[in-house]
């Protein structure tokens, strides 16, 4: 009988067992690196210019984790790029998703080795190849890739996303399954209003004093009194996750007036090319400004993003009663914040005061030219989100680097969605050879960017994404090379596995035209500034010979020779 009952305990136990592995296993193997789900960043978030695509998986400041493959399918494209993704792989699946796995620092031996094949052959760093389906086949759980730090990536993470195939259209990965433990309401930190009779990139926002927590806010005075028969509302709020100090972007946000639903958005089905519209989501002026990043719970007028339901969220009071609103943020466990307060007009006044006539008003919608004797501006009708009350300004420049007038194309705290055309007049004579050298800068709000341009007669001009300061530069600086880290005719380490050059421009980025070791192109990659040639059969023990020929946006080239010792 003992015997009998030993034999029972035994097998109930293995059972127990077989069933923990198999849960740990199902579990885990919905993340991509096989461990327990940790995120540094969701679907969303609000980013610079765009919103967060997909998960930002936390790897603990190691790279190298092994990636592997969510589902059976085929790699369909493999990427590498300076920015953006860095080293990438596609995959798409038989139920009609595409996931994607971003910032690795390599690729599995086959696929590896092909793409390297691809490089040599094409004498080219930054790929995309697209691959048939029957090149690289995957099976669910297989090793796929290891992760990094590649391209636009700040620190060691995976950045994993989910598409649908036939659109292209980004997914929520958390409405998938791939989501951690939440019963963490999301947090908000302020309110605000905003006088609608205005454009917003004209009146900035109102403050509206808050108490509460845990899910349940109000505002602090009984009635909040507005100024303006027609308002719209902004938020600072953030969602949180059990057990981490990350802070994450809201899902949903509702909002009712008087139980009728007046604006609502959810974050999920829209593409990369639609991220942009991130720019329409906030008060843009006011994050460039001060770094507070608002949220506005109404839809702009050029906002196309598909994410919207109900009306355009804008609040017509058309009398001085009291009124009852309601908003409400979620997030995709089911977690809910509620914000309650009333509303009213006071000093009632229904008529609309316009903007003092001081500018060219740009509307949302239409196509804009600007124009002056210095310079021609072409924005066509998805460039602004609100109207613009544009401001023109010329300065003269009397550097000996200058080659226009200094030209203000009013104010880099507003947005622009899609690229526009500039026209910049130039003192430089047709056949002047310095045209050759002429480029265009643009000074936004903290960087600047620099074009090569295209000559019109005696204009140059270039396509920006960002209003601010343009001018025509010359540049006849050529970039400065340096071997990082080591001296000319240095013997490498033994363990030495690499070898790297900084390169520097005094206007732009510099680029690496060509890379040769002993007479033959070799392959470098680029972090920033930073070109690595990651030592392979191409490079064997003994004397070597490196050449190094880089150019700025202008045209200088730089050519430099260095001599090493390979261990």
Known sequence: MWKYFSTLILLVLVILVIGFVRNNYYRNINNPLHTDLQLAANFGELRPD????????????????????????????????????????????????????????????????????????????????????AAFPVKRGELIGYSGNTGRSEGPHLHFELRDTRTGKNLNPALYGYSVTDHTAPVIQGLYWYDRRYSTYERGPTPIALMGEKGDYRSKKQIVKVSSPVVSLGIRADDRVDDSRFRYGIY?????????????????????????????????????????????????????????????????????????????????????????????????????????PVARMLKPGQSHVVINEHVEA????????????????????????????????????????????????????????????????????????????????????????????????????????????SNDGITLPEDARSISIS????????????????????????KGSVFTHFFDENCKTGKHILKIIVSDVAGNVTSTRYKFVKQ
């Not at 329409?280 to 919207?308: E, F, K, M, T, W």
């Not at 390169?503 to 680029?526: P, T």
């Open 252 to 356: 949903r946000a509702q909002v009712w007036l008087d139980d009728l639903l007046i604006h609502e958005f959810a974050l999920n089905n829209f593409s990369g090319s639609e991220s942009r519209y991130v720019n329409a989501c906030i008060d843009y002026s006011n994050s460039v400004r001060s770094g507070l990043v608002i949220q506005h719970l109404s839809r702009l007028p050029g906002n196309l993003l598909p994410v919207y339901k109900g009306g355009d969220g804008l609040i017509h009071l058309k009398d001085t009663l009291q009124h009852r609103v309601h908003i409400r943020i979620s997030d995709v466990a089911g977690n809910d914040t509620d914000l309650r307060f009333v509303l009213k007009h006071s000093n009632y006044d229904p008529v609309e005061h316009d903007l003092a």
């Open 378 to 485: 072409q924005f066509d009708k998805n460039a602004f989100y609100d109207i613009v009350p544009f401001a023109l300004q010329v300065q003269k420049d009397n550097r000996k680097d200058a080659a226009s007038a200094l030209i203000r194309l009013h104010k880099p705290i507003v947005p622009v969605h899609s690229r526009y055309l500039v026209k910049i007049k130039t003192r430089l004579k047709p056949g002047d050879p310095l045209r050759r050298k002429s480029v265009i800068q643009l000074a936004g709000f903290k960087h600047k960017t620099v074009i090569k341009g295209v000559w019109d007669g005696n204009y140059l001009q270039g396509r920006f994404d960002e209003l601010g300061t343009v001018q025509v530069l010359i540049d006849t600086i050529a970039p400065v090379v340096e071997l990082s880290g």
């Open 50 to 133: 765009h919103f967060h695509m997909g998960l930002d998986i936390r790897t603990n400041g190691k790279e190298n984790l092994p990636v592997y493959a969510i589902e059976e399918g085929y790699i369909s494209l493999v990427k590498i790029e300076l920015d953006g993704y860095g080293k990438a792989i596609f995959l798409d699946h038989p139920d009609g998703k595409t996931s994607v796995y971003a910032h690795l620092n390599r690729f599995n031996d086959s696929l590896e080795a092909f793409v390297r094949r691809q490089q040599y052959a094409t004498k080219a760093w930054q790929q995309e190849i697209t691959c048939p389906s």
């Open 503 to 526: 390169v520097k421009d005094n206007l732009s980025e510099a680029f690496l035209l060509s890379a040769e070791l002993d007479g033959r192109w070799v392959l470098f990659e680029q």
